[in-house]
Each structure stands twice: as C-alpha cells, then as structure tokens.
C-alpha cells in the first residue's frame, strides 16, 4: 500500500518534518513513539523507538510486513520476457514456468531443505522453471528479459547456460544499486537458504535490502558498479578447500574478487566447519538467529584501490583476505568517516543479543571501564562478573547475558597463590556450574620473565599477546590493570590515546565483537574516593578525559570505610548505550569472599561526610511508592513525603520525578492522581 493508505491505521499520527510520528500499537504508548516515513521507491519505514519490531507494529493493526512495500503497477512490475531466439535455439521461458508443478516443487524443496512456501514464492516471481526435464533458473538479459534457462543437465556436468551464446548475469533479487545492505553469495542455492531463512519471502524483501549472487566462483567482477558506495556488502564465501592444482581456495578468490569490485564495504560471512557453504549449514540446522550472529561477527575485507582486472586472482586473494595483513583489520578505510542518511541508521535492525551487563554497560564491541582505588578488589570483581555471565547469574544485582561466551584474562596483578585462593571460593560459590567456567575461561599467569612485561609500547609484548589472543580466540577479555599495558606515561593524554588505540586493535584482531573490560586505577584519598557519585563521576579515574571519551560504560568503586575495603560503593560513571544506574553499596563476605550488595549503608551520610557538606534529605523512589498507596493527587503525596522524611517541597518533587522515571508510580492525566505501577 502506498503511505496514504498506511495512514488511515494511525489516527493520530501527526507530520514530523519529512515524516509522520504516531503512538505506537504495539506497546502501552503514553507519547508518539512511532516514525512513519517513506522513501523514494515508495517503501514505508516505520521505526518504534521503543524497541518494537517492524512485524509487531504492523501485526497491531491487522497489516503484515508486505503493506510497507508500494503495490505493482504497469510501471513498476518486471518487463515482459518474451521468446528469445540464440544460435537458431528457441527459449519459452514462460512455458518452462508453467511447467513447474508442486511436485517439482516440494522435490526442490526437499533437496535444498527449503520451506516449501519459499519454493512456491520464488515461483511465482517467475524465478523457477522446468527446462528439458530438469529444474532450471531464470538467466536475464541487460534488459531485463530471460535470455537463458541456467540448468545442470547430466548427474555430475557443471551447470550451464541454454540456450547457449548468451553472457553469464548474475541473480539479483531487490534494487542493489539503492539498497543500503547486499547480502552477496557465489551459488544461488547458498542465497535461497540465507533468504528462506531470514523470511524474505514473507514480505517480498527485506528492509533497504538486495540479493546479488555471481553463479559461480569465478564471477566475483560481476558486482562491479552494481552497488551504492554507501552500502554494506555481506559476502557468504563457500568454504573451499585447497587442491594442488589450486592452492588458493575458489571461495577465497572470490571474496577477494567481491572486495575489489564492490566499491563499498565488504564483510565476510563465516560458514562454520565442517560446513561446506550456507545452504548446508541450514540443512544441517542453523536458523535465523545462527545466519544473523554469523552476519554480526562478519569480518572486514578490505578492497584494492582499483577494481580487479583479469590479473592474477590467487595473489589477490592472499593479499587482501581478513587477517591476512595488518591492514584487514579496521572496519573503515583510513582517513574515512563512515556517513549514512537517517533512513539507512531507521532501517538497521538490532536486538539485545549483544548484552553482557544489564544496561549495555557491556555489549559486543564494547569497552568497560572498571575505575577504583588499589586494593579495593577490582580483580576479584572481575572474576566475579565473568563467572557470573558464564553461569548465567546475576552480577552485584545486575543482570548478565551471553553465558556460552568465552573469556581471556590478561593480567599481571596477582600472583598464582593469590589466583588459587581466589578461584577456590568462586568455584565454592558456583557449585556445579564450575565446569562451565573452567571450561570458557583462560586465565594468564605469572611464572616466566615474559609473563610479566607485557607494555605495549613493545613490539615483541605485542606479538606475545596477540599470539596469547588467538590461542584463546576469547569473545570478551579482561586487561588488569591498564597502567601495566601501557604506551609511555598514561598522564599523558597522547599517550593515553595511544595506549587505548593499541590495547583495541590488538583485542579485536580477527573479531571486532570481542567486549574488552579493562581495570583502571581511580584517584586516591577522600579527594578522589569522593569523585565515585556526583558531577566529577566522570574524571574518577586517572586521565579521564582520553578514557572517558573512549569506553563506552565505566562502573567507579570506593571504599565506604576509611580503614579496610570490605564495603564499597559503586556508581555508574557512564553508560553511553543505556540508562545510567544509581548508587548502591556491595560488601565482601567473609565467608564466602563473594561481593553481594549491601542495603543497609546510609549513602547520604556517606557523602556527606566526605564532602562535609549538608546534605538535602530525599525520599527514595521505593518509598514514593509506598507513600502512594491509596492513589494521592499530586499536592497530597507530596505532603506524605515532607512529613515522612522532613524535607521540603522542591526534595518532594524531586523524589516523585525520579520515582516516576524509575517507573515505580505513574500519574494519571484523567483522574489526577498517582498510582503504584504493578
């Protein structure tokens, strides 16, 4: 349907620049959360900023994802294809369509493990046919007619062009040269499973999306000037296996083909082992989720300056496939910023899959920043937040993710005695989930000269680690503490800089996914233990202006107590993803020597003996909630607060709005009065 159309299910929608912004129906929307925009092909984008899928917002309303897509008009359906004569040889490529019975069908679908509804869809987009007895693929011509049926006639001959005479084309499926994403593939059968699997034909499409396949290993050029410069390309490689005759894999010619030509950037798509290609990895099981974590984990390739003539395609191969150079490694050319239009960024799809630490204090690709001061237990935090992601508990009352992650720590602060007595009572406090850590997490230790020199402003402490890296081929690594891996002096900002720059280039080798969590040293003394909460959060750590600007998330620990580290309070120095959490105390058991949070500390008078200031009396947001029990109009719960706690009236305010952000109340506009949220 046309974005008119679409309209008329969203009564309150409302123009917003060059869209439309409407409550979202979806979930309980109190404000126009929903963007309604159309490009110029006449596609509908609608974003929830919520979080809702596309598939939930149009199901809301009785539409399904094919009402984003314009309807077919004389103008916009797919040219005729008529007979074509070649070599005195005649083609009804319409006939061979009419052929394909459904049991043609569910034989293609049987031995390509396909859905039998994408059969059927690829059919009737006139995809599909029988030529000479056997199942055949539509080959077009520069104008957009079939000109040959692309076919293998015999049990083993490789598969052909018939009739003959006519130039290989490669199979595309949306319009490459406007679409912000290619997924790229040599066989066909390979793009059939990665489309039947990602639902393509149950809207027509993907989102800002196309489908280039080459038909064969030797046609990577074919994609040359066929995509937006903007795009991102998703190349599946077929994991070929060197012959003698060819040294060089064919899959690995051709990506290497794909990357040079393709004129934008290119990611490699990887086929775990031991499977062949895409369309067996599916036939042996993987889903959409699999295809989408093997898209998130792409890796780089980086392109030659020109595009790739008929030179020798064995030596390009091995000169620019990932990992092959130090060059392969950044995911953006030097010198080039990355840009894309606001629909590009509307149209990326995400989920929480990615999370490691509630908030996104820690996700895929993400550093954190873990700041506090010597001997306040930043390693044993450490080890207590990886084997609580690993085993899937929460960590100090945060929720953790991706338990089937594996984990490196680099580190020279502790000894191996010091290790032991540690892990023991980790292991103690995991019970049997013991085994899942010893089996994800390696752990570097201190026994040789080289264990312990490990600054990386050596080019042989480099290579150490990295080596250290690949053995590991860890998905999050811990750096403690920071100071040991350095680049010059760390008080220094260029070499700040340099260090961080390094320490990630060298943790993200070979998987720019990979979650590094490093552990820095704060400010020491009440003058810097009381920069832990308020508006220095910020510069708690050392050099916090360089580190500030490039972790993501930074979680600041001080010791409540003068004299000992047994209590901590710990607040959120930044969260760039997320919603920044408030403080809170933990405290060592001294039993169990795990941190658990701490509920009876006082953090008002903590910090207002360290600042020696008065502090406002505030209510906090649990207590608004009792305090609201019988459903208060604004003036009277504002009253209960004052009276409960002697405060004034603007503290009151205070304490209901954030009690109201942390969701724990909410007003109602109609009756004028607030409510407990259940």
Avoid at 447 to 460: P, Y
Avoid at 648 to 662: P, T
Wanted: contains cysteine; glycine residues 8%.
């Amino acid at each position: 349907m046309n974005v008119t159309e679409f309209l008329t299910h969203f009564p309150d929608a409302k123009k917003s620049g060059k869209g439309w912004m409407a409550k979202c129906p979806a979930h309980d929307d109190g404000t126009a959360s929903l963007s309604i925009s159309e490009v110029a092909d006449g596609r509908i984008l609608i974003h929830c900023h919520a979080g809702c899928q596309p598939e939930a917002v149009c199901a809301a309303v009785g539409l399904t994802l094919k009402d984003l897509y314009p309807p077919r008009t004389a103008s916009t359906a797919p040219p005729a294809k008529p007979r074509i004569d070649t070599n005195g040889e005649s083609l009804d490529w319409q006939k061979c369509v009419a052929v394909f019975t459904e049991t043609a069908a569910q034989k293609l679908a049987a031995e390509r493990g396909l859905s039998i509804e994408f059969v059927r869809w690829l059919h009737a987009q006139g995809m599909v046919g029988i030529f000479e007895g056997k199942i055949a693929f539509a080959n077009h011509g520069d104008g957009g007619a079939v000109v040959s049926a692309h076919v293998r006639l015999g049990g083993k001959p490789p598969w052909m062009f018939k009739p003959a005479g006519h130039k290989v084309a490669p199979l595309v499926f949306g319009d490459t040269e406007a679409a912000g994403f290619i997924l790229a593939f040599e066989s066909q059968f390979d793009a059939f499973a990665v489309m039947d699997k990602l639902g393509w034909h149950t809207a027509n499409g993907l989102p800002d999306t196309a489908v280039f396949i080459t038909r064969g290993a030797g046609n990577g050029k074919l994609i040359h000037g066929k995509l937006a410069p903007h795009a991102v390309c998703y190349a599946f490689k077929q994991n070929d296996a060197p012959t003698p005759e060819k040294p060089t894999p064919a899959g690995d010619i051709w990506l290497a083909e794909i990357a040079s030509n393709a004129g934008c950037k290119v990611l490699s798509v990887a086929t775990p082992a031991p499977h062949k290609d895409a369309n067996d990895w599916t036939r042996a099981g993987a889903n959409e989720a699999d295809l989408r974590a093997a898209m998130k984990a792409a890796m780089p390739v980086q392109p030659k300056t020109a595009p790739v003539a008929d030179s020798n395609r064995a030596d390009i191969a091995s000169e620019y496939l990932p990992g092959a150079t130090e060059a392969a490694q950044p995911e953006t050319t030097p010198g080039r910023l990355t840009l894309r239009k606001p629909d590009e960024i509307l149209a990326m799809m995400f989920d929480d899959s990615d999370i490691y630490l509630a908030e996104r204090l820690l996700a895929d690709g993400q550093p954190l920043v873990i700041a506090a001061q010597g001997g306040a237990g930043k390693s044993r935090l450490a080890l207590q937040l990886v084997a609580a992601i690993v085993c899937g508990r929460d960590f100090i009352g945060f929720k953790t993710g991706k338990p089937k992650s594996r984990w490196l720590f680099l580190q020279t602060e502790n000894t191996n005695r010091r290790l032991k007595f540690d892990l023991e009572n980790v292991r103690r406090w995991l019970g049997d989930d013991w085994q899942k850590f010893n089996d994800q997490v390696v752990i570097h230790t201190l026994e040789n000269d080289t264990d312990g020199f490990v600054n990386l402003d050596s080019l042989e402490n480099q290579a150490a680690i990295t080596a250290a890296i690949e053995d590991a081929k860890p998905d999050g690594i811990v750096v403690d503490p920071l100071n040991e891996f350095s680049i010059g002096d760390l008080n220094k900002d260029v070499d700040m800089r340099a260090t961080l720059q390094a320490l990630s280039r060298i943790c993200k080798k070979g998987n720019p996914l990979r979650a590094i969590v490093t552990l820095h040293h704060a400010l020491t003394g009440r003058g810097g233990a009381v920069k832990v909460t308020g508006h220095d959060r910020a510069s708690f750590a050392r050099n916090s202006k360089v580190m500030h600007a490039w972790t993501r998330g930074q979680i600041n620990i001080a010791p409540i107590d003068p004299d000992n580290n047994e209590r901590l309070i710990v607040a959120c120095g930044k969260c760039s993803n997320g919603k920044e959490f408030e403080k809170f105390a933990i405290k060592l058991d001294p039993e169990t020597f795990i941190y658990e949070r701490d509920n009876t500390v006082d953090l008002s008078q903590w910090e207002q003996e360290m600042t020696g200031e008065k502090t406002k009396r505030t209510a906090s947001p649990e207590l608004v909630r009792e305090l609201a029990e019988g459903k208060p109009k604004k003036a009277e719960l504002v009253k209960r607060i004052m009276v409960e706690i002697g405060c004034g009236k603007s503290a009151a305010y205070d304490a209901i709005d954030r009690a109201e952000r942390r969701k724990l109340v909410h007003y109602s506009k109609a009756l004028k009065i607030y409510e407990q949220s259940v």
